[in-house]
């Protein structure tokens, strides 16, 4: 159980692009989903928390105009890269907690972002 | 807000033998520290959580310790495989929090030489 998926696992695309990408829990319900980024050898950088229903919350120095998220049910949330540049490009990743209780979070496989 | 220190950030170990990465926080109000094993290119995968009312926790050869007053956690690998080559992160967080958020280490490149 506990699945979260992400699509799609990689793009590739000019700069100036706007780029969706999606974040699914298959089987549970999720009233939180985290984004985050990661550079490669880095550790995972929390960018926002997406609460269902709610505005996400940023955290500093991640632009919201940039980095626009939707969290419009308890198993979606998508995040658009909004005319991407070369310095967007990085591994972002999602992840979901369960509504009851207090459930770890569980991650996507991630999608690489490649901006030429 | 919390910071994770995490330590070694790269560690190469001969096959049998035990890893240990250690973590320090800040936030002495984070009560929840979960492990992470992340494959290259792979999304992250939890290996092992321990909240702050238990000291230590095992699952068969990963085993968890916290130190509560010193603010900090390790993971212990016992009897290494190649297939433990992974990068590994702690992080902390605050149950009692709404958000739950993570602070994740930096993360320790652990390579098992066979």
């Known amino acids: 159980g506990a699945v979260v998926s992400q699509h799609p696992s990689w793009v590739i695309c000019k700069s100036g692009t706007s780029v969706k990408i999606e974040c699914r829990s298959l089987?549970?319900?999720?009233?939180?989903m985290f984004w985050y980024r990661q550079f490669p050898k880095q550790s995972l950088m929390l960018m926002a928390t997406s609460n269902e229903g709610s505005k996400a919350t940023y955290e500093q120095g991640v632009e919201k105009d940039k980095f626009l998220i939707n969290h419009a049910s308890l198993t979606l949330s998508t995040l658009t890269v909004t005319s991407a540049h070369p310095e967007d490009s990085s591994f972002y990743i999602c992840?979901?907690?369960?509504?009851?209780?207090?459930?770890?979070?569980?991650f996507g496989d991630g999608t690489r972002l490649s901006i030429l | 807000g919390e910071n994770v220190e995490q330590h070694p950030s790269t560690l190469s170990v001969q096959e049998g033998d035990s890893a240990v990465i250690k973590c320090t926080y800040s936030?002495?109000?984070?009560?929840?520290f979960p492990w992470y094993k992340q494959e290259l290119g792979k999304r992250p995968q939890l290996i092992i959580d321990i909240r702050s009312n238990v000291g230590e926790k095992k699952d068969q050869r990963i085993a968890v310790t916290l130190n509560k007053t010193a603010k900090h956690f390790s993971l212990h690998i016992t009897e290494t495989q190649p297939e433990d080559s992974a990068v590994y992160f702690c992080a902390a967080s605050n149950l009692d929090n709404a958000g739950n958020m993570l602070t994740f280490g930096g993360g320790t490149r652990l390579m098992v030489k066979p």
């Open positions: 089987d549970f319900q999720a009233t939180t």
């Open positions: 992840s979901a907690r369960e509504a009851r209780g207090y459930q770890p979070q569980h």
């Open positions: 936030d002495s109000a984070s009560n929840y």
